[in-house]
C-alpha cells in the first residue's frame, strides 16, 4: 500500500509524507479519558498522548490474549485427544515443543519446583506467537481496522514496551516470591545485604545487590521489545519503498522476503532468550547463595 493514501483518524484524510506513514503504523490503539473528561478511543498520536498513564492499548491487550487463548486452546486440544501410540501431526509437534522445553529446564534449572517446565513453555510459546505476527504484512489488518472504524492498529504485542514490562515484572514477583519463600525474608534480605563483601561493605552489597537484582525486568523487556520494535522498522520501511516506483518496488520484494526468512530466526531466538533467562533466575532464587 502506497504510504501517500494512508488514512489514520476516523476522518479519512492523507498521509502526505514517509514519516506520517511510518507514525501511524507505529502508533497503538488507545483507550482512555480524554480532555474533555469522556473515555474513549484516541484518533490522533497526540490524543493519544494527552491521556496519559492510565490509557489502555487496546490492540496489544487484545491480540496478545487472542494468542494467549489459541495457545491454551491448541495445546489442550492435544492432550485431550493423546494416546500411547506412535504420534502423529500436531500431536507429535507438540509432543516435540513440550521435550525441548523440558531439555532446557533440566539443563538450567537445578531445583525442584513443578511451576517451572509449564512456565517456560507459556513463556516460550506465548511469546513466540506475539513475535511471530511481526511476519503478517504491515498494511493488512491495520487496512482491516480502518473498515470496522478503528484509527489505529499495532498487530505485534512484543513492540509495546507495555507489553513486555508487564511479562518481565510478572517474572520479577515470581522471583522475589521464591527468593522469599526458599530462604526466608530474612535470608533474602541477608544476600542482598552481606553479599558479597560481607557485613563491612553492606552498603556497598545493597547497591550492587539491588541494581543486580532491578535489572534483571528491565534486560528482559528492554531486549525482547528492542528486537522486535527494530524488525518492524525494517518492514515498515521495506513497505514504503513499494510506493518509490517499479525499481524501488521490485528491490522491496527481494527484501521483503529476505528479511522475513531471516526475522523467523529472531523470533524464535527472542523467545527462547526470554524463556531461557527465566528459567535461570528462577533457579537463581531457588539457591542460596549466587
Known sequence: MSAETHESSGESHEVHS???????????????????????????????????FWAFHVDSLGVSLLLGVLFLWAFRSVAK???????????NFVEWIIEFIDTSVRGSFSGKNPLVAPLAMTVFIWIFLMNFMDLLAVDHIPELAKAFGLPFFKVVPTTDPNTTFGMAIAIFFLIIFYSVKMKGLGGFIGELAFQPFGKPGILVNLLLEGVNLIAKPISLALRLFGNMYAGEMIFILIAIMFGAGVGFGLLAGVLQWAWAVFHILIITLQAFIFMTLTIVYMDMAHQEHH
Open 18 to 52: 514517509s514519516s506520517d506513514y511510518i507514525k501511524h503504523h507505529l502508533q497503538n490503539l488507545t483507550y482512555g479519558k480524554k480532555p474533555d473528561g469522556h473515555w474513549g478511543l484516541a484518533h490522533t498520536s497526540q490524543e493519544a498522548k494527552d491521556m496519559g
Open 81 to 91: 485427544r493423546a494416546n500411547a501410540g506412535v504420534p502423529t501431526g500436531w500431536q
